[in-house]
């Protein structure tokens, strides 16, 4: 099971955190979202660190483990894909 490094860097205005939240929408949430269109498995991003809401980020670490293997470059363009329009970056 290979393992992606991601580097991410998001606009931390509309979300209540890193962490999925009961009470809005998150930056981890929104990767998972994205990584279950892009790959169809459910997998959780596991971050480095955490940030609260509205806080912005330039280059929070994170990682996700996939079944199939792809190269890093598919893998950010898909997750850049499905995450617009949130302001989110691989």
């Known amino acids: 099971m290979p393992r992606y490094k991601l580097t991410i860097e998001y606009e931390g205005t ?7 939240q009961k009470n809005g929408p998150s930056v981890q ?3 998972r979202d994205a ?4 790959a169809r498995e ?3 991003p596991r971050g480095a660190g955490r940030t609260d809401a509205g806080v912005h980020a330039l280059a929070q670490i994170a990682h996700i483990d996939l079944k199939a293997e792809w190269t890093p470059e598919i893998v950010m ?3 850049n894909h499905h995450l617009r329009p949130q302001p ?3």
């Open 29 to 31: 949430g929104a990767l």
């Open 14 to 20: 509309p979300f209540s955190g890193w962490q999925v």
């Open 42 to 44: 459910d997998v959780t």
């Open 35 to 38: 990584i279950r269109a892009f």
């Open 88 to 90: 989110i970056s691989v």
């Open 77 to 79: 363009r898909a997750l």
